[in-house]
């Protein structure tokens, strides 16, 4: 049986591995659920680390990330 | 946990070097800076290191390898030290972006010529064209030993061309072995190749925070960092003599002793043993994912009977996509689903992923080491070969 069950992500990406660690530990502080993820081709080819979440995270995500870590972007897919 | 991800850094690495670095840790002073028992253990600790790496780099001159952070400051060592204001560059589409990011620098501020040779889908470099680059006026030639995206190796052969092109218009030939040291023969003396840059915490299996450069007699490097050697304190300008022309500040004496260790360990298990048991890891792995289904990125010419060619040679280091899969979705399912840790994306070597038109898809990068065994390998591709079943009929994952 395969292993891997892809189901709907929201994805944050950062410009640096920087703020994709403080963004770690800021969720893991508040108990945001998630985990850190290669970035995604889809939405950049160049490497990085990203922030995968539950869709019913993304609100905690958001007001957690002001001024506590800056993302790139959020993106919803399928992984 | 299964480590495939050798060509980032070793990972795995014998316990000698752990407690060398351990041992040094507690009892070296400052290499050069007194004659203390202490100063001296370092100092001694270092000049070993200096004989031990430059064996295995086929290099005759040890008081003339310096040692740097890592491969990428050695490089800039070698390509900001040697490359005039206007000159003019010849490099390749295999160079990873510590090549890549200097020449463009000095592309930009300094008014310097690049030429790069091509590499094909294959990513076999265009040779003919390489040797045809080198021009007169020609201040530098850039190579990769090995990529570090698709394991290609230049071969003896070809170095040997490429230096006589570069020697007959006086350029020097600096080579890239960050995926080579430590896990073949590199013979720059006798290859007469001019500057050999290294890391120390890949196929060497020293800590993470040492490199360095080799640099052939006869060939000078301008010093970029300027600072304390620990001799001819007076001057105003950097020592002329090697090897603190090129090592300005302490060194790392405490990775140092522990890279030292590994190259003693490495010289014992010999190069030779190390390549063969590299390449037989590679062959199981190309063959396995290509039955898994996987587009495997790179050389691997085969014979009639679909088996990889006689004599073929390549570095530890194979980089694949699976249909219906992102790449980074390939190493993010590796790693948490069954701990195999590889790499995906674009592996700071972007000409060669455009050379393989893999610009905007990445590739999942898998590489081997001395300690990778059969077993790893075969786990490895069980896995592939599930994501791949999973990942048939599911094409708009890449989208």
Redesign the interface.
Known sequence: M???R?EPRVVASFDSTHEALACEAACKEAGVAG?I??????IR????LAWSMPPEARGDFERLAEGRFTCAGLYEL?? | MIYLNCAATSHQRPECVIDAVADALRTFGSCGRGAHESELAAARSIALARERVSALLGFGHPERLVFAANATEALNMAILGTVPDGGRVVATDWDHNSILRPLYRLRDERGVTLSFAAADRRGVLDIDALVNAIVPGTGLVCLTHASNLTGNVLSREELVRVVKAAHGVGAPVLLDCAQTAGARPICMDELGIDLVAFTGHKALMGPQGTGGLAVASGVDVHPVLRGGTGVLSFEEGQPAGYPEHLEAGTLNGHGIAGLSAAAAWIAEKGLDTIHAHDLALVRRFVAGARRAGATVYGDFPVTEEGLLAPGFDHAPVVSVNLPGWDSSEVADALGHDYDIAVRAGGHCAPRMHRALGTQDTGAVRFSFGCFTTEEDVGAALAALAELAAEGEGDDDATS
Do not use: F, M, Q, Y
Request: net charge positive.
């Open positions: 395969p292993r891997h892809r985990r993820i290669p970035t995604p081709v889809s080819a160049d490497c990085g399928e992984l």
